[in-house]
Nanobody, 125 residues
């Protein structure tokens, strides 16, 4: 179907910045929504930010003003610029994409929802 490959995680000091990237590939017809989720140890996975194909964005309150999500529709890629990082931002970050893909039969398409493998972000105090 559709594969997502993330990059850009790492270790950074509090107050620093990181930029995550996630590229989608496969039999993509369209991608409606791309987003970033995170999961810290012992906690549930939560939505960090999401962006529609039209550019509408949504953020969890804890990252508003610090994180910016953007996407390049031509490259099927979504980015997450993270500034003023805090230790509580430490988590595994996952990319998600939802849209339609070509099934391989004529030009029929079907829904997909795919996840990346996750990338670790660690913020030291």
């Amino acid at each position: 179907q559709v594969q997502l490959v993330e990059s850009g995680g790492g270790l950074v000091q509090a107050g620093g910045s990181l930029r995550l990237s996630c590229a989608a590939s496969g039999r993509i017809s369209s991608i409606n929504v791309m987003g970033w989720y995170r999961q810290a140890p012992g906690k549930q996975r939560e939505l960090v930010a999401r962006i529609t194909s039209g550019g509408s964005t949504k953020y969890v309150d804890s990252v508003k003003g610090r994180f910016t999500i953007s996407r390049d529709n031509a490259k099927n890629t979504v980015y997450l610029q993270m500034n003023i990082l805090k230790p509580e931002d430490t988590a595994v970050y996952y990319c998600n994409a939802e849209g339609r893909y070509y099934t391989g039969t004529w030009y029929y398409t079907a829904d997909f929802s795919s996840w990346g493998q996750g990338t670790q972000v660690t913020v030291s105090s």
